[in-house]
């Protein structure tokens, strides 16, 4: 639970950085390169595969804990103890990783799918002047326009903003708790580091959170072009 | 401090014994003095059910000075009541207000069957106890204390850790009825000093393992036994137990695990 997650923890901070290209503003020239170097380089590609299996072992633990932990208590309390010792977040585990994993089906049909096997239209970049020039132009190179298709999945259903800042907010809360819990499960902690990792966990979220959160709304309110 | 007296109503798990299902029975207790302690306020009532010929409500006590760990209650939606780092033993009824209506449950977790009303078999606790939680080396005739440095700062650390009286309030409190911090503490005590030092590493496995037996959650590190613990111990001690049950399983060379 705490590798695959502090696993995951880092896709998102390199997942995060290489989004945050479309706001170079350039209508995708520095993003569709990034998205083509991790999708033609092999090293991401292996990485690629450690992810999902990070992610399945991640879910399935997850899973397995949360319906074996939910089984110990037998009878439950007239009265519960509510937020009385516990943050809300830390007991929600399981419902926010669902919450996650929805979006996260959701959000691998809409760019993952069609990026690997096919479904979105090309673009060109001169590789001299670093331009978006037309099809067939000498020196364009060919890239998957994979902003474009961010822009058309951003601007022409709400629902989907609405659906991808629901899964963000949840993420953020299960980050929040689950940063500095990875640590506490692997044995990292001792009075000394406990603040330092909780408070690197909240700014970690934040950023992270916050740069997601903003990238829908960024095209849908045409921010970016 | 000032003295009152109060009315309560009392809502108080009665059940037959492990087999039959329970159910909530009211009572009113009147004249209860703010000078009295929650177990007292108990006595009382028991006094006043058998005066009236009825069964009296069966709870677990033994010192009531706050260090046998038996006194298991569940106040209001708290191991052990309102006030923070105390016993129920030790609860005192000027936590209340007359008039208050006071739900009283028995620890819930399946490795804690009810035995009767209030009391529950905490013999999980003990069998884990039995799986490693002592010293079993030679440690020779008690020598002169000297004769083996130990670092203040670890002294100290194994003391409060040793502090645990094996209550149960922190299975009790946790969302997965987990024993981590009950276990933590036993296997920190230990650890710390040079005497308990040299079988770290199996007591570790050895205990962890009794505990997943016993049928006890999984720590997701929330924080509520911290929070209810009577003796305040910490939740550092998890992350001890964690780091010595990693290098252990790691590192050992016994097959039984
Ligand atoms: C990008 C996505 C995700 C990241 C970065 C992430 C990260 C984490 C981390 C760091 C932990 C703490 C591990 C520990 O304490 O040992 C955790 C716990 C957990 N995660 Fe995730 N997770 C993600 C997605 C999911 C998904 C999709 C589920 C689906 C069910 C899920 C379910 C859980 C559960 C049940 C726990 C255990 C609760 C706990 O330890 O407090 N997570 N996650
Ligand atoms: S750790 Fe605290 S709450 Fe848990 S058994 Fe020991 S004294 Fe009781
Ligand atoms: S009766 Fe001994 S601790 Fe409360």
Request: hydrophobic residues 45%; aromatic residues 10%.
């Amino acid at each position: 639970m705490a590798l695959s997650g502090i696993f995951l923890i880092l896709f998102l901070l390199i997942h995060a950085g290489l989004n945050a290209c479309i706001w170079a503003n350039d209508g995708g020239v520095m993003f569709n390169k990034a998205a083509h170097f991790m999708g033609a380089n092999v090293v991401p590609r292996v990485l690629e595969i450690g992810l999902f299996v990070f992610f399945l072992i991640h879910i399935i633990q997850g899973l397995v804990l949360e319906i074996q932990n939910r089984s110990k208590r037998g009878i439950g309390y007239a009265v519960k103890m509510g937020n009385r010792g516990s943050a809300w977040n830390s007991r929600a585990m399981g419902i926010l990783g669902a919450l996650v994993l929805i979006f996260l089906a959701v959000h691998l049909s809409d760019f993952w799918y069609p990026s690997r096997f096919g479904g979105l239209t090309n673009m060109y970049i001169d590789t001299a002047t670093n331009q978006i020039v037309p099809a067939g132009t000498a020196g364009g190179k060919e890239y998957h326009d994979l902003y474009a298709e961010m822009q058309h999945q951003f601007t022409s259903y709400p629902w989907i903003i609405v659906l991808y800042e629901i899964g963000v907010i949840a993420l953020f809360w299960h980050l929040v708790h689950g940063f500095q819990s990875s640590f506490r499960t692997l044995g990292l902690t001792n009075h000394k580091y406990i603040s330092l990792i909780k408070n690197t966990g909240i700014v970690y979220s934040v950023i992270i959170c916050l740069a997601f959160m903003l990238m829908p709304l960024s095209f849908y309110f045409g921010w970016i072009r | 401090m000032e003295h009152y007296n109060m009315n309560l109503t009392l809502k108080v798990w009665k059940q037959k014994n492990a087999d039959t299902s329970g159910k909530f029975e009211s009572y009113k207790v009147s004249n209860i003095s703010s000078e009295m302690s929650f177990l007292e306020m108990f006595d009382v009532l028991n006094e006043q059910l058998v005066r009236e010929g009825k069964e009296p409500v069966a709870f677990d006590h033994d010192c009531r000075e706050g260090i046998c760990g038996m006194c298991s209650m569940y106040i209001n939606g708290r191991p052990h009541g309102p006030w923070q780092g105390t016993t129920t033993c030790q609860l005192h009824m000027r936590a209340f207000r007359d008039g208050d209506t006071i739900v009283v449950e028995p620890w819930r977790a399946k490795a804690f069957p009810v035995v009767k009303d209030l009391i529950v078999d905490r013999g999980a606790f003990d069998r884990i106890i039995q799986a490693g939680g002592y010293i079993s080396v030679n440690t020779g005739n008690a020598q002169d204390g000297n004769n083996i440095p130990i670092p203040k700062d670890d002294a100290d650390k194994s003391f409060a850790a040793a502090a645990c009286i094996g209550c149960g309030a922190c299975v009790a409190a946790c969302k997965n009825s987990s024993a981590l911090l009950f276990l933590s503490a036993k296997v920190s005590h230990l650890a710390l000093l040079p005497q308990g030092d040299t079988e770290r590493k199996q007591r570790a496995l050895d205990m962890v393992a009794q505990m997943d037996k016993e049928g006890f959650g999984s720590c997701t590190n929330t924080g509520a036994c911290e929070a209810v613990c009577p003796k305040e111990i910490e939740i550092t001690n998890i992350a001890r137990l964690n780091r010595e049950y990693l290098s252990a399983g790691l590192a050992t060379d016994s097959k039984s695990h």
